[in-house]
């Protein structure tokens, strides 16, 4: 069993920069794919990042391309998301998420999920 524990967001202003973490325990994690998504208010839950267990791939939503960063340090069993530039419409609870095989951006299908974390820009 995985426990997944999102953390680092907050209310910041247009433009500004946020990193979220998501730290696991349970099991070491560096086998995992691992996931970011957000669920905005009155909508479903999107796909926002993903990364391969050893990092080597990324992907990202066009929404997030360029502004957004996924990474990993599978020594201390944690996965970033570095949010730059960030707009209103990035607000929402974003979710981490991990499972065997490969990064995908249906939301179904993933193994473990956190709790999430909140983060609102205002304009």
């Known amino acids: 069993q995985v426990q997944l524990v999102e953390s680092g967001g907050g209310l910041v202003q247009t433009g500004a920069s946020l990193r979220l973490s998501c730290a696991a325990s349970g099991r070491d994690i560096s086998g995992y794919a691992m996931g970011w998504f957000r669920q905005a208010p009155g909508k479903e839950r999107e796909f926002v990042a993903g990364?391969?267990?050893?990092?080597?791939?990324?992907t990202y939503a066009d929404s997030v391309k360029g502004r957004f960063t996924i990474s990993r340090d599978n020594a201390k069993n944690t996965v970033y998301l570095s949010m730059n530039s960030l707009k209103p419409e990035d607000t929402a609870v974003y979710y981490c998420?991990?499972?065997?095989?490969?990064?995908?951006?249906?939301?179904?299908?993933?193994?473990?999920w956190g709790q999430g974390t909140q983060v609102t820009v205002s304009s």
């Open positions: 998420a991990a499972d065997l095989g490969t990064p995908r951006r249906q939301t179904t299908g993933w193994r473990y």
């Open positions: 990364i391969t267990w050893s990092g080597g791939i990324t």
